[in-house]
């Protein structure tokens, strides 16, 4: 048996060997990464392989060379879980330098789901209170990245300790440690926030910096908490030395200055010193960016930091431009004036590369408009749009008409031009804000009944440009523009100047292309259109007033019959007087029938609008050439009725008006609908048993129920009274959808089935578009003598209807970009100092509030001095001082034997020599110096003397 198993031994140390001897190293991984750049992922998986068998390996040498690599494929995107046990057995060696590679993969691969976690507090714990100061910096380190809740409260008194450490560097550490403790274990805090703010006052400056730092994140987060630490962190911030802790500092000010006023008056003056003596442009920025948020009272230090921001908006790095723009935008509510004698470099940014730079400028620009500089600001952001890409133009016409609307047109004197703007902005290629540019139009003429014949004028245009009808991505929301556009058109057509040119327009073929609901508002317009053109031509024949005015129907009949028809039919010189048929002309009956021709290709349109209205005005307008081939004139006076009704002005409505209105007494609104209600539940309930039951059956248990409802019937208005409570709602709901899901499943003939959309045609390639000129026509001439009589300089802003309204009735509009969901990872800083913000570090401590004690675990002397530099990552660096201090040891009894000295001095010796445990052993038997000391002496001197 003995053979046995030392032959198995030997031959699993003869495996160790060769693996080890043809183990890859991870230099030679890395340049085989490199040199299969065509099959990298076979070599990859090989190289798993190898490290799966060679993980397992009794050597640890081995191992930790497996561990290692697998390590950087794990930063490659190969995941190491696998090998989490065996990173934890790596990270229990005594070497030094194994230790260090467990502790790097453990930073790299641990997670909170990770299960060998559990297995590591005794490990972390054994190495924070080593003597070795490598060990304890290395438990620190790995604690810090991987640390959990449960991690956290079984060794943060063991972190904590390590704060009274001598060494400088395990202070620091110990102290950045702590923070990402605290944000684990909030109630860890208050009880080492005492200690943690000693650490300002500590003689390495290291573990100052680390300090500040610390509390510099959490007072970023909870800044109130943090004011009374306000002296202390001037006192630093005046003596200071280091760029890193004075932007720390600075940003701890930016934080503080908002909650205390007299703060800014302060830090005047160091911040005006470091930004006049500092070359370094993040300590600047810091110092701008803390004056800009909370020390804008002080006009001196805001004027020093504009001036500095104007050199870095003329910097060629483009982070460095975009900090300048950032931090301007803080400017624009406390010192506009300051902000805008920078306009020209901000107009210039707009046309920048960078996307962060040009939505930034956007921003600026839209806050720094006013009433004088709307219609500029406008020309610019609309020169803009030539070289700007799809996504930042789309942001431009929303900002436009934004800028524009924004508290019921408080910027806009000229609502001409403000249409002009809109019919412009329609004709923007592949823009998404057509059906907002629409709602703009729609609104302005419903408001402004001054503007309502320009507007006429002005969007004509648009209707007779067939390019926008065209079926592509570059007009992909035009139809929700020219839908709007036609509806005002249609409202507003008796200021149109030629009739038949805009109803060849409306009944263009490539109207059919447009969606259902912009043809159904089309074929409205062109009714009104039609009518307009009639009642221009009856009231030019028959003058009932001013060029333009309806008829007044109550005081002039206007259907009777004609005394001198033939008069009238052959064009007489004499005008019928008022109150007379007027015979339909000519061009009036051509254009009746153009418009029933061109319109009967949508009564088979699959849009129910569209059909519906185009056979409702195929049916009018038959019915008007019945009456007018029956009695001349009367077709005229059907349509002339018809334009009475349609003269009835629109007025613009809240969108909460209906709030307004009082809920009458006499209206039973919680009232049932039926008095049988509960009995038609009831019934609806069992109707597919009922189904299912011959005639007879069903005779027989309808009359059953219905005596069984007769006496458990209760008062309907019990019913409906009661207050019911969110779980029957919720069952009544549900109850009502299965309901109606049965009665469709059995009567679905029954149904109307949903429209499917047409599908979308193929896009077209993109090609630059420029937006083409309508055709010249007499509406164009007529626009252009309007426009060119119009003086903008001395227009008076006309008044607009519901701008005296509250602004609580409207519903806020918001004016910036949309903020979509970002990502959120599972610890989020801003969820973890969340659950600190209830915990005041500043009040007293309560009972039982402080940390465990950790008497019970080993802890090095601080006391104990150094003869030498030890350097603990060597190859067995542990080992080798174990080996030094036996060969000094050594050499003490060598020279305690050539030269006898008195007992007391090679005590002395031996005491100053030896390290670490030599000044525990002398501190055990200092109480027995006069006793034991002697003996344990004699003793030593005479075995040595025997040997």
Same mark, same amino acid.
């Given at each position: 048996?003995?053979?046995?198993?030392?032959?198995?031994?030997?031959?699993?140390?003869?495996?160790?060997?060769?693996?080890?001897?043809?183990?890859?190293?991870?230099?030679?991984?890395?340049?085989?990464?490199?040199?299969?750049?065509?099959?990298?992922?076979?070599?990859?998986?090989?190289?798993l392989a190898d490290i799966r068998a060679e993980v397992v390996s009794s050597d640890i040498r081995t191992k930790a060379v497996a561990i290692e690599k697998a390590t950087y494929l794990h930063s490659l995107g190969y995941s190491m879980h696998w090998a989490s046990f065996h990173v934890v057995e790596l990270m229990s060696t005594t070497n030094v330098k194994y230790k260090r590679i467990g502790y790097l993969a453990a930073c790299q691969s641990f997670g909170d789901d990770t299960d060998v976690v559990l297995l590591i507090p005794n490990l972390l714990k054994k190495d924070l209170a080593s003597p070795n100061p490598a060990e304890a910096a290395l438990?620190?380190?790995?604690?810090?990245?991987?640390?959990?809740?449960?991690?956290?409260?079984?060794?943060?008194?063991?972190?904590?300790?390590?704060?009274?450490?001598?060494?400088?560097?395990?202070?620091?550490?110990?102290?950045?440690?702590?923070?990402?403790?605290?944000?684990?274990?909030?109630?860890?805090?208050?009880?080492?926030?005492?200690?943690?703010?000693?650490?300002?006052?500590?003689?390495?400056?290291?573990?100052?910096?680390?300090?500040?730092?610390?509390?510099?994140?959490?007072?970023?987060?909870?800044?109130?908490?943090?004011?009374?630490?306000?002296?202390?962190?001037?006192?630093?911030?005046?003596?200071?030395?280091?760029?890193?802790?004075?932007?720390?500092?600075?940003?701890?000010?930016?934080?503080?200055?908002?909650?205390?006023?007299?703060?800014?008056?302060?830090?005047?003056?160091p911040i005006s010193e470091i930004l006049e003596t500092t070359n370094a442009k993040s300590l600047m920025y810091e110092c701008i960016r803390t004056v800009v948020q909370g020390m804008t009272s002080q006009e001196k230090v805001v004027r020093q930091a504009v001036d500095k921001l104007k050199d870095m908006l003329e910097d060629h790095d483009p982070n460095i431009k975009f900090l300048a723009l950032h931090a301007l935008t803080f400017l624009l509510d406390s010192h506009p004036r300051i902000v805008a004698e920078h306009k020209g470099n901000i107009f210039e940014c707009l046309d920048h590369e960078d996307s962060n730079i040009q939505y930034c400028?956007?921003?600026?620009?839209?806050?720094?408009?006013?009433?004088?500089?709307?219609?500029?600001?406008?020309?610019?952001?609309?020169?803009?749009?030539?070289?700007?890409?799809?996504?930042?133009?789309?942001?431009?016409?929303?900002?436009?008409?934004?800028?524009?609307?924004?508290?019921?047109?408080?910027?806009?004197?000229?609502?001409?031009?403000?249409?002009?703007?809109?019919?412009?902005?329609?004709?923007?290629?592949?823009?998404?804000? &057509?059906? #907002? %540019?629409? =709602?703009?139009?729609?609104? *302005?003429? /419903? @408001?402004?009944? +001054?503007? $309502?014949?320009?507007?006429?004028?002005?969007?004509?245009?648009?209707?007779?440009?067939?390019?926008?009808?065209?079926?592509?991505?570059?007009?992909?929301?035009?139809?929700?523009?020219?839908?709007?556009?036609?509806?005002?058109?249609?409202?507003?057509?008796?200021?149109?100047?030629?009739?038949?040119?805009?109803?060849?327009?409306?009944?263009?073929?490539?109207?059919?292309?447009?969606?259902?609901?912009?043809?159904?508002?089309?074929?409205?317009?062109?009714?009104?259109?039609?009518?307009?053109?009639?009642?221009?031509?009856?009231?030019?024949?028959?003058?009932?007033?001013?060029?333009?005015?309806?008829?007044?129907?109550?005081?002039?009949?206007?259907?009777?019959?004609?005394?001198?028809?033939?008069?009238?039919?052959?064009?007489?010189?004499?005008?019928?007087?008022? &109150?007379? #048929? %007027?015979? =339909?002309?000519?061009?009036? *009956?051509? /254009? @009746?029938?153009? +418009?029933? $021709?061109?319109?009967?290709?949508?009564?088979?349109?699959?849009?129910?609008?569209?059909?519906?209205?185009?056979?409702?005005?195929?049916?009018?307008?038959?019915?008007?050439?019945?009456?007018?081939?029956?009695?001349?004139?009367?077709?005229?006076?059907?349509?002339?009725?018809?334009?009475?009704?349609?003269?009835?002005?629109?007025?613009?409505?809240?969108?909460?008006?209906?709030?307004?209105?009082?809920?009458?007494?006499?209206?039973?609104?919680?009232?049932?609908?039926?008095?049988?209600?509960?009995?038609?539940?009831?019934?609806?309930?069992?109707?597919?048993?009922?189904?299912?039951?011959?005639?007879?059956?069903?005779?027989?248990?309808?009359?059953?129920?219905?005596?069984?409802?007769?006496?458990?019937?209760?008062?309907?208005?019990?019913?409906?009274?009661?207050?019911?409570?969110?779980?029957?709602?919720?069952?009544?709901?549900?109850?009502? @959808?299965?309901?109606?899901? $049965?009665?469709?499943?059995?009567?679905?003939?029954?149904?109307?089935?949903?429209?499917?959309?047409?599908?979308?045609?193929?896009?077209?390639?993109?090609?630059?578009?420029?937006?083409?000129?309508?055709?010249?026509?007499?509406?164009?001439?007529?626009?252009?003598?309007?426009?060119?009589?119009?003086?903008?300089?001395?227009?008076?802003?006309?008044?607009?209807?519901?701008?005296?309204?509250?602004?609580?009735?409207?519903?806020?509009?918001?004016?910036?970009?949309?903020?979509?969901?970002?990502?959120?990872?599972?610890?989020?800083?801003?969820?973890?100092?969340?659950?600190?913000?209830?915990?005041?570090?500043?009040?007293?401590?309560?009972?039982?509030?402080?940390?465990?004690?950790?008497?019970?675990?080993?802890?090095?002397?601080?006391?104990?001095?150094?003869?030498?530099?030890?350097?603990?990552?060597?190859?067995?660096?542990?080992?080798?001082?174990?080996?030094?201090?036996?060969?000094?040891?050594?050499?003490?009894?060598?020279?305690?034997?050539?030269?006898?000295?008195?007992?007391?001095?090679?005590?002395?010796?031996?005491?100053?020599?030896?390290?670490?445990?030599?000044?525990?052993?002398?501190?055990?038997?200092?109480?027995?110096?006069?006793?034991?000391?002697?003996?344990?002496?004699?003793?030593?001197?005479?075995?040595?003397?025997?040997?």
């Amino acid at each position: 048996m003995m053979s046995s198993a030392s032959s198995m031994g030997s031959q699993n140390k003869t495996k160790a060997t060769s693996i080890r001897l043809f183990q890859k190293s991870l230099r030679d991984m890395i340049t085989g990464i490199r040199s299969h750049k065509d099959t990298q992922k076979e070599f990859i998986n090989k190289c798993l392989a190898d490290i799966r068998a060679e993980v397992v390996s009794s050597d640890i040498r081995t191992k930790a060379v497996a561990i290692e690599k697998a390590t950087y494929l794990h930063s490659l995107g190969y995941s190491m879980h696998w090998a989490s046990f065996h990173v934890v057995e790596l990270m229990s060696t005594t070497n030094v330098k194994y230790k260090r590679i467990g502790y790097l993969a453990a930073c790299q691969s641990f997670g909170d789901d990770t299960d060998v976690v559990l297995l590591i507090p005794n490990l972390l714990k054994k190495d924070l209170a080593s003597p070795n100061p490598a060990e304890a910096a290395l438990a620190i380190s790995c604690l810090g990245n991987i640390v959990t809740p449960e991690l956290s409260q079984t060794l943060v008194a063991d972190v904590y300790s390590l704060l009274n450490n001598h060494k400088p560097d395990l202070r620091r550490r110990a102290c950045l440690c702590l923070y990402k403790c605290f944000l684990r274990y909030p109630e860890a805090l208050r009880p080492s926030f005492a200690r943690l703010t000693e650490c300002l006052d500590d003689d390495d400056q290291s573990v100052v910096q680390a300090a500040v730092t610390v509390l510099s994140e959490l007072a970023m987060h909870n800044p109130k908490t943090y004011l009374p630490l306000a002296p202390k962190f001037y006192k630093l911030l005046t003596s200071s030395s280091s760029n890193w802790m004075t932007i720390k500092l600075v940003k701890v000010f930016g934080a503080l200055t908002p909650l205390e006023p007299r703060l800014a008056k302060k830090l005047a003056g160091p911040i005006s010193e470091i930004l006049e003596t500092t070359n370094a442009k993040s300590l600047m920025y810091e110092c701008i960016r803390t004056v800009v948020q909370g020390m804008t009272s002080q006009e001196k230090v805001v004027r020093q930091a504009v001036d500095k921001l104007k050199d870095m908006l003329e910097d060629h790095d483009p982070n460095i431009k975009f900090l300048a723009l950032h931090a301007l935008t803080f400017l624009l509510d406390s010192h506009p004036r300051i902000v805008a004698e920078h306009k020209g470099n901000i107009f210039e940014c707009l046309d920048h590369e960078d996307s962060n730079i040009q939505y930034c400028a956007l921003k600026i620009v839209c806050g720094l408009v006013t009433k004088r500089t709307l219609m500029d600001t406008t020309a610019h952001l609309m020169n803009a749009m030539g070289k700007a890409d799809q996504r930042f133009r789309d942001e431009l016409v929303s900002s436009i008409v934004h800028i524009c609307m924004n508290e019921r047109y408080a910027l806009v004197t000229d609502f001409v031009w403000y249409l002009s703007v809109l019919a412009d902005l329609i004709r923007v290629p592949c823009s998404s804000h &057509g059906a #907002l %540019v629409g =709602e703009q139009i729609i609104d *302005v003429c /419903l @408001r402004v009944e +001054v503007i $309502r014949e320009a507007a006429v004028g002005i969007l004509a245009p648009l209707l007779l440009d067939t390019s926008l009808l065209e079926q592509s991505n570059v007009n992909k929301t035009v139809p929700e523009a020219l839908q709007s556009v036609a509806w005002v058109v249609g409202e507003y057509a008796h200021y149109i100047v030629d009739h038949e040119e805009i109803l060849d327009a409306l009944l263009a073929p490539q109207v059919k292309q447009l969606p259902g609901h912009a043809q159904s508002v089309y074929i409205q317009s062109i009714f009104k259109v039609y009518a307009s053109a009639v009642l221009s031509y009856s009231q030019g024949i028959r003058p009932t007033g001013a060029v333009g005015a309806l008829p007044a129907p109550d005081t002039e009949p206007l259907i009777e019959l004609a005394d001198n028809a033939s008069e009238a039919s052959t064009g007489g010189a004499t005008a019928p007087t008022p &109150g007379k #048929l %007027v015979p =339909e002309s000519e061009d009036l *009956v051509s /254009l @009746r029938q153009k +418009v029933l $021709r061109r319109i009967e290709p949508l009564a088979t349109s699959f849009n129910l609008e569209v059909r519906e209205r185009t056979c409702q005005l195929q049916q009018m307008l038959t019915i008007v050439g019945s009456a007018e081939e029956a009695e001349p004139g009367s077709g005229i006076a059907i349509i002339e009725e018809f334009a009475t009704i349609l003269s009835e002005e629109i007025q613009p409505v809240s969108l909460k008006a209906q709030k307004k209105i009082e809920i009458p007494e006499s209206l039973g609104a919680e009232e049932p609908m039926s008095a049988e209600w509960d009995y038609l539940l009831f019934s609806s309930d069992d109707e597919d048993e009922d189904y299912e039951v011959g005639k007879k059956g069903k005779k027989g248990k309808k009359s059953k129920k219905k005596e069984k409802m007769s006496k458990e019937l209760r008062d309907v208005t019990e019913i409906f009274g009661a207050k019911k409570s969110k779980e029957q709602i919720a069952k009544e709901e549900r109850e009502s @959808r299965e309901m109606l899901a $049965r009665h469709k499943e059995k009567m679905g003939q029954y149904y109307l089935e949903g429209e499917s959309n047409p599908a979308e045609a193929a896009s077209k390639k993109k090609k630059p578009i420029a937006s083409l000129p309508g055709p010249e026509s007499a509406t164009m001439a007529a626009l252009e003598a309007r426009l060119a009589n119009h003086n903008a300089s001395n227009v008076v802003r006309p008044s607009i209807k519901g701008e005296s309204d509250s602004d609580e009735e409207e519903e806020e509009i918001s004016t910036g970009p949309s903020v979509g969901k970002h990502y959120q990872p599972k610890n989020a800083s801003s969820a973890l100092h969340g659950q600190l913000g209830a915990y005041d570090p500043l009040k007293p401590l309560d009972r039982g509030e402080d940390l465990p004690s950790v008497e019970a675990y080993p802890r090095f002397d601080p006391y104990a001095k150094d003869d030498g530099p030890f350097n603990a990552f060597a190859p067995g660096g542990a080992k080798a001082s174990k080996d030094k201090k036996k060969k000094k040891d050594k050499k003490d009894k060598k020279d305690k034997k050539r030269v006898p000295e008195s007992d007391d001095k090679p005590k002395e010796k031996k005491s100053k020599k030896s390290g670490g445990d030599g000044a525990k052993k002398e501190k055990k038997s200092k109480p027995k110096k006069n006793g034991n000391a002697d003996v344990d002496a004699l003793a030593q001197n005479l075995v040595e003397t025997k040997v």
